[in-house]
């Protein structure tokens, strides 16, 4: 029995009919795998849940929800009730794997089982398969599925027949109602919740006092909260998806030739998109939109493979500035300022903060959002646009006897009032983009990905053009001298 982190519980807590918090991890595999050879895909797959604890676990809440939930063995588990097998439309092609993704998404994970899917798609015009795993928030970040899908692929390069790899896993017996309040009861630590509300007043002091000698975006968006705009309302229960890609050097080249980070690009990129997006539906509006960035909270060493460990970074995208490289610099700006204020009120405050409040009073929050339908009033204001994150992901390439794996695209869930999600995760020497909407909110959700492309040359261009500028400028000054 594993008690699950506040930060792990907290996407169970947040979780509705129409605000769904699984992930989506999409791989699309060049393979040797074909009907005829299925059984054996799903018993390398059976093998590789030896290195995977948590796909065997499920979730049950304490009662009275004295404290978080655990996860447990599930002794009814069957692999074959999550695997699902299904054909693409003709003619299989990018759109239809998209629309199928977001079919996908928009379907919650039965609690009653293991927080997982796992959806093989065949019928891609280009005779590849798409594999896509559904998996539950609670189960892991970005960071640690980035670690357990290399470790699986890692360990199927490397499989022996399956019949050597034979399981010898027991589920362990539930636990009864009595042993769930007194393990809560006896989980309960007063010391460090005394600890705790020590270390907050000090992370709020250093705030305040950050906020005063340089300015604290933080602050800046409770006081001042942010515009609101189309993506900002009550989700449905519908979902719109596309994808996009980039190569990763070229990024790099103009991370280097800005003086900049590769995520200073992502931000920039991602802010032209919305910037564009907003104009064409006539919607921009005057003051600039933000994000909150995730980040890795991990300790030096920290290799995990389940469970969340993350902060953020609340960043304004300054979409009111028309120019590609101000506006570029206004982001990286105001990304070093707010890894300075992470640095100032404590990487892993954010993590302690979620562990310390209490179950029931973040599912009564839920419910009241959902009854009262806060994001719908006139009054409304939100506290992020939109959700972009960057995962770095494998740089080389897997392949084995399952195949080569050509490309992965991760994608996250949306939160209430926030109906656009950018997920960028780098795989070998591509940036693949993944982008999920609300569909009531964002239909047309291909003409961004398509406008983070466009703005990718944008930017490249201004570059260009101011050092010709430069270049003319030295010229005629060498002859006029």
Not at 222 to 242: C, D, E, G, W, Y
Not at 283 to 304: C, N, S, W, Y
Request: proline fraction near 6%; include cysteine.
């Amino acid at each position: 029995m594993h008690r699950l982190s506040g930060q792990d519980a907290s996407f169970l807590y947040t979780e509705t009919s129409t605000v769904l918090m699984h992930t989506l991890k999409i791989q699309i595999i060049d393979t040797v795998i074909d009907e005829t050879r299925f059984d054996l895909f799903r018993e390398r797959l059976e093998a590789t849940l030896d290195i995977a604890p948590m796909l065997r676990k499920k979730v049950m809440f304490v009662p009275l929800n004295l404290h978080h939930p655990v996860m447990v063995d599930d002794p009814d588990f069957d692999l074959d009730s999550h695997i699902y097998r299904a054909a693409l439309p003709a003619p299989g092609g990018e759109a239809e794997l998209d629309q199928m993704i977001a079919q996908i998404m928009c379907h919650r994970l039965d609690r009653q089982r293991p927080l997982w899917e796992l959806w093989v798609l065949t019928g891609l015009e280009s005779g590849r398969i798409a594999i896509v795993h559904k998996i539950h928030h609670c189960l892991a970040d970005g960071t640690a599925t980035m670690r357990y899908i290399s470790h699986a692929f890692e360990y199927q390069a490397d499989l022996m027949p399956p019949a050597a790899h034979a399981s010898t896993w027991q589920a362990s017996p539930l636990p009864s109602g009595y042993r769930l309040v007194g393990s809560a009861l006896a989980d309960h630590d007063i010391r460090a919740f005394f600890s705790f509300v020590a270390s907050m007043w000090r992370s709020m002091a250093n705030l305040l006092a950050f906020d005063r000698d340089v300015g604290s975006p933080t602050v800046k968006w409770v006081s001042n909260a942010l515009p609101r705009t189309r993506l900002n309302h009550v989700l449905s229960a519908q979902r719109s998806f596309s994808r996009a890609q980039l190569s990763l050097a070229d990024v790099k080249q103009l991370a280097h030739k800005l003086d900049g980070t590769v995520n200073d690009v992502i931000l920039a990129l991602a802010a032209a998109a919305l910037r564009d997006y907003l104009q064409f539906h006539n919607e921009l509006p005057d003051e600039p939109l933000g994000t909150a960035i995730p980040v890795t909270a991990e300790k030096p060493g920290e290799l995990r493979e389940s469970g969340n460990h993350t902060s953020y970074l609340p960043i304004c995208l300054w979409t009111n500035i028309a120019d590609p490289q101000e506006r570029f610099r206004a982001i990286q700006n105001s990304t070093r300022v707010a890894k300075q204020e992470l640095q100032v009120i404590g990487i892993g405050t954010f993590s302690r903060l979620m562990h310390f409040m209490p179950p029931f009073l973040a599912l009564w929050k839920t419910r009241r959002k959902q009854r009262l339908r806060k994001a719908d009033r006139p009054n409304f204001k939100p506290m992020t646009n939109a959700i972009i994150s960057n995962v770095p992901g494998p740089r080389e390439q897997f392949s084995g006897n399952y195949g080569t794996l050509v490309d992965i695209y991760s994608m996250g869930p949306l939160i209430e009032a926030c109906g656009l999600n950018i997920t960028v995760w780098s795989y070998a020497g591509n940036m693949n983009i993944s982008l999920m909407g609300c569909k009531k909110a964002i239909p047309d959700i291909e003409r961004v990905g398509d406008a983070m492309i466009v703005a990718m040359t944008e930017l490249e261009h201004s570059l260009t053009t101011e050092e010709g500028n430069r270049e003319r400028c030295s010229t005629t000054g060498e002859e006029s001298r």
